[in-house]
C-alpha cells in the first residue's frame, strides 16, 4: 500500500477511535521495527558500525540515506529521502518516535534536524553521539 492508503487509514483511525488512536500505531511500528533490528545492529562493536549496520536496515526499508563524518561536523546519517514523508508532514509524532527508536538501537544521543539542501543535498541530519 502507498503512502496515500496509509495515510487514508490513519485519519480513519482516528476518526473512530481517537486522537490517539495514530499514535498507538506508529509507537507500534517503531517498536516492532526497533525489535526486528535490534539484533544486526547490535553486532556492530562500535557507534560507528551500529550506525551503518542501521543505515543499511534503513535503506532496505526504503529510506535513502548514508553515514557521513567531518571533523567539523562530526558523525551524522544524512537522509535524502524517507518514504513515510507524508507521514511526518500530518502526524509529526513519527519523527519523535523514530528518533527514540534509533537512539535505542545505538545506545546513544541522536539528534534529528531537517535542513535546506545544503552542499551534500541531504534534507535531514540525524547527528550521532560519538564522542566525549
Do not use: N
Given at each position: ?73 562530526g558523525f551524522r546519517i ?19 518516535q523514530e528518533v527514540r ?32
Open positions: 500500500a502507498g503512502v496515500e492508503q496509509t495515510l487514508t487509514g490513519m485519519e480513519g483511525v482516528k476518526r473512530f477511535f481517537g486522537d490517539s488512536a495514530p499514535e498507538k500505531i506508529l509507537f507500534h511500528h517503531y517498536e516492532q521495527q526497533r525489535s526486528k533490528w535490534a539484533a544486526h545492529v547490535s553486532r556492530g562493536k562500535s557507534i560507528v558500525e551500529k550506525a551503518t549496520r542501521l543505515v543499511e536496515l534503513r535503506e532496505k526499508s526504503g529510506v535513502f540515506c548514508q553515514c557521513h563524518y567531518t571533523r567539523e561536523v544524512e537522509e535524502y529521502h524517507h518514504p513515510m514523508q507524508a507521514i511526518f508532514e500530518k502526524f509529526p509524532s513519527a519523527i519523535k527508536m534509533m537512539e535505542q538501537l545505538l545506545g546513544t544521543k541522536v539528534v534529528r534536524t531537517r535542513v535546506a539542501q545544503e552542499k551534500s543535498g541531504a534534507l535531514v541530519v540525524y547527528k550521532i553521539g560519538v564522542l566525549g
